[in-house]
């Protein structure tokens, strides 16, 4: 697909591994953007591939921010821009899911408690890539990590993904969003509404991540549209609180969770009754968010 806006904000070459679904994401996110942005960045896969000193991929002001700290930044900016009197550029966050569901939560509390004209995008690769494929907030349920190994006794994470959209939502959040490295085109338009909103604003990527899956690096887009395909990770829209879209619409079948889940290196030592409890999960979902 031609698009003019390809590597207008984010140059090709970055440094991450081949076929990363968080790169394929954020070029999505790259095109649903305009020149009146300006992007406060964690640190994680995403800052650290693409700003290798002395260069930078980014096309628009960019500002590097700590693991823990970009929400506040992003208030910052916020700030002066409204003390120069400037309506027209808005302010982005781009954070992993560490960066988000962990570590930063306290200050995205604050900017969200606030109200802010901020568009927040978490790029969610189920865990710490950046260092080393260590567990997260979002790292599901059997999942092997670094730090949650299978094994013997262990069946890796026990612990189930943090609901984020349910914190957004509980703050009053105005646009939330859900998707995926499989859905390129609805990064984009997704993006693109949370550009209009006036207020704060979340949306949430699903990234397959070659080593912390275990994937082949020509799979990442595949494990994307696998992921929706089987409601473990549904496309998801809510605007002031109201659902109102959703990929698990009347008559929706889901593919089984196995098809999933046995494709991931991460997920290989999982036994039939635990894929049955993930199986539990997406039905779970498509009890919550069908439409
Ligand atoms: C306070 C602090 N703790 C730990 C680190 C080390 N660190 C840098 S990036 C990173 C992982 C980032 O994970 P995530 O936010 O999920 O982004 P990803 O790399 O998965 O895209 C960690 C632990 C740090 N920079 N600062």
Redesign the pocket.
């Known amino acids: 697909m031609k698009n003019s806006n390809e590597n207008k904000f984010l140059s090709p070459g970055h440094n991450a591994c081949a076929g990363c679904g968080?790169l394929s994401a954020a070029q999505a996110v790259m095109r649903g953007l305009n020149e009146n942005i300006i992007i406060a960045n964690?640190?994680?896969?995403?800052e650290v591939t693409t700003t290798a000193y002395p260069q930078s991929a980014w096309g628009l002001p960019w500002i590097h921010s700590?693991?823990?700290n970009a929400a506040a930044v992003a208030s910052g900016i916020l700030a002066s821009l409204k003390q120069k009197g400037d309506k027209k550029t808005k302010v982005v966050v781009q954070?992993?899911?560490?960066?988000?569901f962990d570590?930063g939560l306290g200050l995205i509390s604050g900017m969200w408690e606030r109200g802010e004209n901020i568009l927040y995008i978490c790029?969610d690769?189920e865990?710490?890539?950046?260092?080393g494929i260590?567990a997260?907030g979002s790292t599901p349920y059997g999942a092997s990590t670094t730090t949650t190994p299978d094994g013997s006794a262990s069946i890796g994470s026990t612990q189930g993904k943090k609901d984020m959209l349910a914190i957004a939502l509980a703050h009053g959040v105005k646009y939330v969003a859900q998707t995926t490295t499989g859905f390129p085109d609805d990064i984009t338009n997704k993006v693109k509404k949370a550009l209009s909103v006036e207020g704060p604003s979340y949306i949430q990527i699903l990234c397959p991540?070659i080593p912390g899956w275990k994937i082949n690096n020509d799979q990442a887009v595949m494990m994307g549209k696998s992921a929706v395909q089987t409601a473990l990770y549904p496309l998801l829209e809510y605007s002031d609180g109201q659902l109102i879209s959703s990929s698990l619409k009347k008559g929706f079948q889901a593919r089984p969770a196995g098809e999933y889940l046995k494709n991931q290196g991460r997920f290989k030592h999982l036994k039939d009754k635990d894929i049955s409890l993930i199986e539990k999960l997406a039905q779970a979902n498509i009890d919550k968010y069908k439409i």
Request: contains cysteine; hydrophobic residues 25%.
């Open positions: 968080q964690a640190t994680g896969c995403l700590l693991f823990e954070a992993g899911d560490g960066g988000t570590i790029y690769t865990a710490y890539s950046n260092t260590q997260s991540c």
